[in-house]
């Protein structure tokens, strides 16, 4: 069975600093997908970034990008220049490559500051 | 927006009740996926369907039944409610039967009173 653990389930940042969220997984398989889905206070699960296992270069979508350790099997995401509407929890997701459903992680609540 | 409707998005009812939660994909989609969020289970899958038929169930309770009708739209049925029950229950769509992004509604709140 395949596992997403967030160690962290709370974080705050500085509007305009970074921030680093952490996710580690387990598998066994070699084809799998990675996300990071946002869920704001409207609920509305909105995906961030993907990352495929099999490409090596890192994911990157405007502020955030993901520093993926596939040895391991650890999928950070960062938060550039943080702005307020970041806040939110973010939450890690696992896929098998020939799968249907995600796993997800417990969840990181992020807090911005003004 | 990500194109998927859920409806109702709050739902209160008592327990021992049954309830009936809607999903319309995107348009083109053909797979529905329904998950649970709970306080105490965070997210998990409950069941799956790709062009009106099941594909796979996680952790979903006999109580619990779902479909998917021809139109594509598909409806979680979930029956003899216990307090527990209470959750957000996402439906997410997607294109393919299996992989593929997922797009999520915004969820129907249940509360189980």
């Known amino acids: 069975a395949q596992t997403v653990t967030q160690s962290q389930p709370e974080m705050s940042v500085q509007e305009a600093e970074t921030v680093t969220l952490s996710c580690t997984y387990d598998?066994?398989?070699?084809?799998?997908?990675l996300f990071w889905y946002k869920q704001p206070p409207s609920r509305q699960m909105i995906l961030v970034i993907r990352?495929?296992?099999?490409?090596?270069q890192n994911a990157t979508e405007n502020r955030f990008s993901v520093n993926f350790q596939k040895a391991a099997k650890s999928f950070s995401l960062k938060i550039s220049d943080s702005q307020l509407g970041d806040a939110a929890m973010y939450f890690c997701?696992?896929?098998?490559?020939?799968?249907?459903?995600?796993?997800f992680g417990a969840g990181t609540t992020v807090t911005v500051r003004a | 927006d990500s194109g998927v409707t859920q409806t109702p998005k709050h739902l209160i009812t008592a327990t021992g009740q049954r309830v009936t939660l809607r999903c319309s994909p995107r348009?083109?989609?053909?797979?529905v996926y329904w998950y649970q969020q709970s306080l105490d289970q965070g997210l998990q899958f409950l069941i799956h369907?790709?062009?009106?038929?099941?594909?796979a169930k996680g952790n979903i309770l006999e109580r619990f039944s779902a479909q998917q009708f021809p139109d594509l739209h598909s409806e979680l049925n979930l029956s003899s409610l216990e307090l527990g029950d209470s959750a957000l229950y996402f439906c997410?769509?997607?294109?393919?039967?299996?992989?593929?992004?997922?797009?999520f509604g915004q969820g129907t709140r249940l509360t189980v009173v």
């Open positions: 598998t066994s398989e070699s084809d799998y997908y």
């Open positions: 990352q495929e296992a099999y490409k090596q």
């Open positions: 348009s083109g989609d053909l797979s």
């Open positions: 997701a696992y896929r098998r490559g020939y799968d249907y459903k995600l796993s």
């Open positions: 369907y790709y062009n009106g038929e099941e594909r």
């Open positions: 997410a769509s997607s294109t393919r039967p299996i992989g593929g992004e997922a797009f």
